[in-house]
């Protein structure tokens, strides 16, 4: 097993050194974490929290705080599941880089190399209530653009709605080809869940096996993350935890469902696997898949991406013209990297400290100031924790 000096040499120059993730004596709840969000728990200001700090080879705090059903007062556990909604767009460009690794894909390619429907797709110029003008576009959308939301791609199509999660992912891709793009590929930066979920067709196509199934058995099951699904079971059902917005006063909590899936969510007839944003998790699995990108693609001795991967995927590839800074899947920061989902989860990767940061919630919004206790969970975690 390598050392820690050497992992942590990966932080400045992407070298090939690993250690794995588990926990151990010095791990456990953390007071300061608990006593930063309990205010916000007390004040109907946030439901419940499930947060985790970790160092390149541990797990240094896990913390529950709070409630998973408020009405029900039962507690978040450690083991408590979450809608974790965008973050599935990093975990989405990890397995594609897995092929441009293997030399079975280029990012610089035009997508109609992989997927042919995308052939001629036009850009739109004008629209009124009389005509449509549409033109051809510079160039046809490229690969890095698709995992960079700088394709022209819009957020979503037409057919998606209401629910995100209804088509089959080969329809809803066709539906993304059918339809114009909204500005020159490669120009500006425009979050766009079409972009993520091409790339998972992409995944399809070139390796012949369903996207699903190359996130389980390529990613999911090697990095032991047991709980991280498109479609919860019922007993893993139970573990999830409710979702919550602010009331119409915006001074209490009201319980939702979640709108943009439907339900019943382990029903695999009805709800289809999202690339973009589809999938439910624990802190410890997100923590895991983190720890691996954390130590340049590799994790417990086995080699998941290339350094060269890791490090397109967690810089900045947006272009020079474009302010907006995301790399491959990823949000990228002066000193970090990371992602969040609709319901406010998020997760951190800070490369100064070497610390990964996860904090699991499930909120549409939040009543109060309780849109500050992430920040509040993240100054208690630096301030115990970032040497």
């Given amino acids: 097993m390598k050392n820690k000096f050497s992992c942590r040499w990966f932080l400045l120059l992407f070298s090939l050194t690993v250690l794995p993730l588990t926990p151990s004596g010095a ?3 953390s007071k300061n974490m608990a006593l930063a969000l309990r205010p916000f728990v007390d004040s109907h200001s946030l439901a419940g929290a499930v947060t985790l700090v970790a ?4 797990i240094l705090a896990l913390n529950c705080v709070g409630y998973a059903d408020v009405g029900a007062k039962k507690a978040m556990q450690p083991d408590t599941m979450f809608w974790i909604a965008s973050q599935s767009k990093s975990m989405t460009a990890a397995a594609f880089m897995m092929l441009v690794d293997e030399g079975k894909v280029n990012v610089d390619d035009p997508v109609e190399k992989y997927l042919p429907e995308f052939k001629g797709q036009m850009l739109l110029v004008a629209q009124s209530s009389e005509e449509t003008v549409l033109k051809k576009p510079a160039h046809a959308i490229l690969v890095h653009e698709v995992l960079s939301h700088t394709s022209g791609l819009p957020f979503r199509s037409r057919v998606e709605e209401p629910a995100l999660d ?16 909204q500005f020159e590929p490669g120009t500006k930066y425009q979050y766009a869940n079409e972009g993520i979920n091409t790339a998972g067709r992409i995944i399809e196509v070139v390796t012949g096996m369903p996207y699903e199934e190359f996130m389980q058995q390529r990613l999911f099951k090697p ?5 991280t699904t498109f479609w ?7 573990r999830i935890a409710k979702s919550y917005q602010p009331n119409a006063a915006k001074n209490d909590l009201e319980e939702i469902k979640i709108d943009q899936l439907h339900y019943p969510l382990s029903d695999r007839t009805v709800r289809f696997p999202m690339p973009a944003g589809g999938l439910f998790s624990t802190a410890e699995d997100v923590a895991k898949f983190c720890q ?3 130590c340049g693609g590799q994790f417990d001795g086995k080699r998941y991406l290339s350094a060269k991967s890791v490090q397109m995927m967690t810089s900045k590839q947006t272009g020079d013209g474009v302010k907006d800074s995301y790399g491959f899947g990823w949000a990228v920061g002066p000193a970090w990297t990371g992602h969040g989902g609709a319901e406010s989860t998020n997760m951190e990767i800070n490369r100064q400290s ?9 909120h549409a919004g939040f009543p109060n100031d309780g849109g500050r206790s992430r920040d509040a969970f993240m100054q208690a975690a630096m301030a115990q924790f970032a040497k």
């Avoid at 919860?232 to 139970?238: A, I, V, W």
Wanted: glycine content about 10%; hydrophobic content about 45%.
């Fill in 292 to 294: 691996m990108i954390l």
């Fill in 232 to 238: 919860p079971t019922e007993k893993q059902m139970r």
């Fill in 166 to 181: 209804g088509l089959p992912l080969r329809a809803a891709v066709l539906s993304y080809a059918l339809s114009p793009l």
């Fill in 354 to 362: 070497g610390l990964i940061f996860i904090f699991m919630v499930q």
């Fill in 223 to 227: 990095l032991g993350m047991k709980d």
């Fill in 55 to 58: 160092s390149s080879n541990n």
């Fill in 27 to 29: 791990g456990g709840p």
